[in-house]
């Protein structure tokens, strides 16, 4: 069982910076690839940017390529999403996921674990 915890997320006029951070529990935090996914309201959950366990391959999604970056820090269970150049179309919530794999995944289903979510919101 692993508990993911978000944080970081806030109001931010456009052109800001945010930086979300999901916290896991457990020892075995670097056995799992992580992903992050937003939901805007009315919108179904969408990918956003993942990375896999070794943190050695990312992807990201079209829309967010260029602003945002996924890290990780497997000494601290934590994997972070650093949000550049927001746009009001980033407003969103934001959840963390864990995958019990290598390799990580753009398709939702496709992991095991889920944080609460964080809310950010862009004002233009």
């Known amino acids: 069982q692993v508990q993911l915890v978000e944080s970081g997320g806030g109001v931010v006029q456009a052109g800001g910076s945010l930086r979300l951070s999901c916290t896991a529990s457990g020892r075995t935090f670097s056995s799992y690839a992580m992903g992050w996914f937003r939901q805007a309201p009315g919108k179904e959950r969408e990918f956003v940017a993942a990375m896999d366990r070794t943190g050695g391959s990312t992807g990201n999604a079209n829309s967010v390529k260029g602003r945002f970056t996924i890290s990780r820090d497997n000494a601290k269970n934590t994997v972070y999403l650093q949000m550049n150049s927001l746009k009001p179309e980033d407003t969103a919530v934001y959840y963390c996921?864990?995958?019990?794999?290598?390799?990580?995944?753009?398709?939702?289903?496709?992991?095991?674990?889920w944080g609460q979510g964080t809310q950010v919101t862009v004002s233009s």
């Open positions: 996921a864990a995958r019990y794999s290598l390799y990580y995944s753009d398709y939702a289903g496709n992991y095991d674990y």
